[in-house]
């Protein structure tokens, strides 16, 4: 593997102990000693944070400590950097897969399958992603071009009605001896005693076969052309100043409810003919339903979630369900890891809604609905103010302490997909600068996007001391997000 150091020179001051730091930690890791290894690892990427070896080997490290997020961002960072690199795109499809993200799995699985067809490993786990969604017809055609025979006859049965056990792929503990993804080609890696060769059954669990290891790159460190990358992010409809956090207001459907006026008025002539047919009556006034614009659609008094696989959302002011779909609580995510703790209370809770069908819901009393694009950035946003998102959008719950006002909760998300938020009026930016603070009231925060450092404050203090306002200071370079309008 040709390794580069993007942004360095050939030599560095700290070239030296890079290098000790990566072998040794390689060495450790290879000898399955993987907490040893995460020291030296994490020294090696934080001396060379653009290298791509130490990128492998630490996105390795954390995936067989259970971090599957740090693991994520690491094979998503390598992606970004080499989008037609196949085997790149395997390794991060299989994290996704891991922490039964199956429709980014299934994304990452395609973009691989379509840059090299002939990957068989590849065409398997496209199948047995699609397996664990249900579209056994897909999942069939790739375990036929992976060659494996058995699985596409297990998928026949399951089209013909017979049942499929679906194997769902948890997060796995430090200690679990599951498989995970190989070191890179050049890393030392031990013996492997001879193993039986896997029956049909085995062909279900998630395995990481030697060649999908971190890619080697080609000689000099050039990487073929990025015009096959992954499909680009919408483009948001109004610019805003959030860098490249990109904003767009979902165009409703133009209301009809004036459509039941008009068929009163024609049949006009009569105290009867004020009375509209329900058989006309009853189509003009439908709830939205989703279009091309994505799968949050806002009308006038109500909004419609769209769903087609999975979507996070809340289920306050549901009126109607159409289509098949089934929820499940959400539990918290913290450093990478689910927890036993909901997303959510009460009413309010966070679910995952999963099928095909639309959400018919209306919103709370005085609150804005906003639609937001993440395209390639991330956002921290306010728990209470994040009512629904895309399953592709990647999801950290997080916490900001106060002595002076109650702990503020917020939800850091990252991702390419569509996120929608009930605010208390609408949303407006304030930039932050390196050398110069933005102080935002608690009550008008809705969160931030970019490099910043968040402290609660006091804004107001009563003269002995006491805190009677709290607001948050935002620190670095980014912008604060805040609503407008509140009194």
């Known amino acids: 593997m040709t390794t580069r150091a993007k942004g360095r020179a050939e030599t560095s001051p700290a070239d030296d102990e890079f290098l000790q730091q990566i072998q040794r930690g390689a060495e450790l890791l290879a000898a399955n000693k993987t907490l040893e290894s995460k020291e030296f690892l994490e020294r090696a990427h934080q001396l060379q944070p653009r290298n791509e070896k130490a990128q492998n080997l630490l996105g390795l490290c954390y995936f067989k400590l259970g971090s599957f997020d740090r693991a994520a961002e690491l094979y998503e960072m390598l992606v970004r950097d080499n989008p037609v690199d ?9 994290v996704y897969l891991k922490t039964n993200a199956l429709q980014r799995a299934v994304r990452e699985f395609e973009t691989a399958t ?17 397996a664990q969604m249900g579209e056994y017809g897909r999942a069939r055609e790739h375990f036929l071009l992976a060659g494996s025979d058995a699985m596409a006859d297990k998928m026949s049965r399951a089209i013909a009605g017979e049942t499929y056990s679906r194997a769902t792929p948890a997060p796995v503990p430090p200690t679990a001896a599951r498989a995970a993804p190989p070191p890179p080609a050049d890393a030392p890696v031990p013996p492997a005693p001879a193993t039986p060769e896997p029956g049909p059954e085995a062909e279900e669990e998630i395995r990481f076969a030697e060649d999908e290891g971190p890619s080697a790159l080609n000689e000099g460190g050039a990487t073929a052309a990025p015009e096959a990358a992954a499909e680009p992010a919408p483009v ?8 490249r956090l990109q904003l767009t207001r979902v165009a409703a459907p133009a209301a009809s409810a004036a459509g039941a006026g008009d068929s009163a008025s024609r049949r006009a002539g009569g105290p009867e003919s004020a009375t509209p047919l329900l058989a006309e009556l009853a189509p003009s006034l439908a709830l939205e339903s989703a279009g091309p614009a994505g799968p949050f659609v806002l009308g006038r008094g109500s909004f419609s979630i769209a769903v087609a696989g999975e979507v996070l959302t809340r289920l306050d002011g549901l009126v109607a369900i159409q289509g098949q779909l089934a929820f499940q609580p959400e539990m918290k995510r913290f450093r990478g890891r689910a927890t036993d703790k909901p997303f959510g209370d009460g009413g309010s809770r966070m679910v995952r809604a999963r099928g095909r069908g639309m959400l018919h819901l209306e919103p709370a009393e005085r609150r804005t609905l906003l639609a937001v694009d993440l395209g390639e950035d991330s956002a921290y946003f306010r728990d209470e103010y994040l ?9 950290e719950n997080g916490r900001v302490p106060s002595d002076i006002a109650p702990d503020l909760d917020l939800v850091h998300l990252r991702g390419q997909g569509r ?17 110069e603070a933005v102080t935002v009231p608690l009550t008008h925060l809705v969160g931030w996007q970019g490099n910043l450092t968040p402290r609660v404050v006091p804004l107001l203090k009563s003269p002995t001391g006491e805190a009677l306002r709290a607001a948050v200071e935002l620190v670095g370079e980014g912008f604060a997000l805040i609503a407008l309008g509140l009194r």
């Open 236 to 243: 948001p409809q109004t610019p805003v100043p959030l860098t």
């Open 86 to 94: 196949p085997t790149l795109r395997v390794n991060l499809g299989l």
């Open 419 to 435: 996120v929608l938020l009930s605010l208390p009026g609408p949303l407006r930016s304030v930039a932050v600068r390196p050398d």
């Open 114 to 130: 379509d840059l090299a067809p002939e990957h068989q490993k590849a065409q398997n786990y496209l199948g047995l992603a699609l």
């Open 387 to 395: 009512f629904a998102f895309e399953e592709p959008v990647m999801f």
